[in-house]
């Protein structure tokens, strides 16, 4: 976000607008999915507490690679949008190294959060323990899990959110 501010042009700002949107609704599902995790003697903030989570609960494990996916900025998800706007608007203020550190930044990122998922989806069930779950849960961690592929694929109505923003 940062990154828009240097910038200053009104990409830029549109970019903060859009991340901070984005950035919501992918952190607080992610959260969410540890929070599910957090059970007597687990607290969940382990790497290997994720271990094997597509065998033990796989609605769970598919919600996180969706927040993973958009952390990284992978198309189609909202991370995507967030991260083209910063970069776009780093591009067009002819930032370029600015925009070549941010894009190897994404690549390190990618790195660990794809760690995340190859553990939920290839490491063996350390703990069998059912997750927390309530309505209340579940309705957060879907609301979360939609607006972070609804932003990804149909960005528009979110863009317009943000574009009164900019313009005062």
Excluded: C, W
Excluded at 121 to 142: D, H, I, N, Q, Y
Excluded at 147 to 159: D, E, K, N, R, V
């Amino acid at each position: 976000m940062l990154l828009g501010l240097i910038a200053g042009n009104d990409t830029g700002i549109n970019g903060i607008m859009v991340y901070v949107m984005v950035y919501t609704f992918m952190n607080l599902g992610a959260f969410l999915v540890i929070v599910a995790m957090r059970r007597q003697g687990i607290i969940g903030e382990d790497l290997e507490d994720l271990s094997g989570l597509m065998r033990k609960s796989p609605g769970y494990a598919v919600l996180m690679l969706i927040f993973m996916l958009s952390l990284a900025g992978i198309p189609p998800t909202a991370g995507f949008l967030g991260k083209y706007y910063i970069f776009l608007a780093l591009i067009q203020t002819h930032h370029y190294t600015l925009a070549v550190i941010a894009t190897l930044y994404v690549a390190v990122a990618i790195y660990y959060y794809f760690k995340i998922v190859r553990t939920m989806f290839v490491g063996e069930v350390t703990e069998k323990a059912p997750l927390a779950t309530s309505f209340g849960m579940r309705v957060a961690l879907g609301v979360t899990g939609l607006m972070t592929l609804a932003i990804g694929i149909y960005p528009q109505p979110f863009l317009q959110l943000a574009l009164p923003m900019v313009s005062r």
